[in-house]
């Protein structure tokens, strides 16, 4: 079935520097690329997203790129600050059926002062 | 815009009663609604969609009869909880949607069985 692999579990990174985050899709029909923050005890907020007819976004500290031949997006976050430390999750949806999201595991990133 | 609510944030109840969660898109109409539920340090998993004025369809080993969920307005859906034990205890939270693919996800309801 459809499966959002997301690597790594955990990243631990000193304020500055820069964060990376990657998740490989199975679902060809898959054309749409969420990220999402989700801090302890509230709901996912969207941070960045990406259809499959482009190959990279930026939104000020925050890239996204998408390689469909490989079948893998990844999330760039530059500058980090500790404000920024939380648990991303990637989606990946297909415009076929309901357009259901298929979630990865999640990374959470730990930014240190 | 694209603001997601959910009644109540938090609920305790006792083991065999019922709880029900309120989802509502407050500024857009959604055609669609999505309920999911989250394990501590777990993703989130889809238990099952709704569109307004028809049945959901629910995800492979969710139980629809313990899970009811009813998208009565483009505005409204609820997920009731029937008969909750503790291993119901979770967080549940909803999503809507008015246009292809896009989401817009609710606080989330913090559901905690004794």
């Known amino acids: 079935g459809e499966n959002v692999e997301q690597h790594p579990s955990t990243l631990s990174v000193q304020e500055g520097d820069s964060a990376v985050i990657k998740c490989t899709y199975s679902d060809s029909a898959s054309n749409y690329f969420p990220w999402y923050k989700q801090e302890l005890g509230k709901g996912p907020q969207l941070i960045i997203d990406i259809r499959s007819n482009v190959g990279e976004k930026k939104d000020q500290r925050i890239a996204v790129t998408l390689n469909k031949t490989a079948k893998h997006f990844s999330l760039h976050i530059t500058e980090t600050q500790p404000e920024d430390s939380a648990v991303y999750f990637c989606a990946a949806s297909s415009s076929s059926g309901t357009y259901k999201y298929i979630f990865g595991t999640g990374t959470r990133l730990k930014v240190l002062a | 815009g694209a603001v997601v609510s959910q009644h109540p944030s938090w609920v305790i109840c006792k083991s065999g009663t019922s709880v029900k969660i309120e989802c509502r898109s407050l500024?857009?109409?959604?055609?669609?609604m999505f309920w999911y539920r989250q394990f501590p340090k777990q993703s989130l998993m889809l238990m099952a969609t709704s569109n307004e004025g028809s049945k959901a369809t629910y995800e492979q080993g969710v139980e629809k009869d313990k899970f009811l969920i009813n998208h009565a307005s483009l505005t409204l859906s609820t997920l009731t909880v029937t008969s909750a034990h503790p291993e119901d205890s979770s967080f549940y939270i909803c999503?809507?949607?008015?246009?292809?693919?896009?989401?817009?996800f609710g606080p989330g309801t913090r559901l905690t069985v004794l």
């Open positions: 500024d857009f109409q959604a055609t669609t």
């Open positions: 999503s809507a949607s008015s246009w292809p693919n896009e989401q817009f």
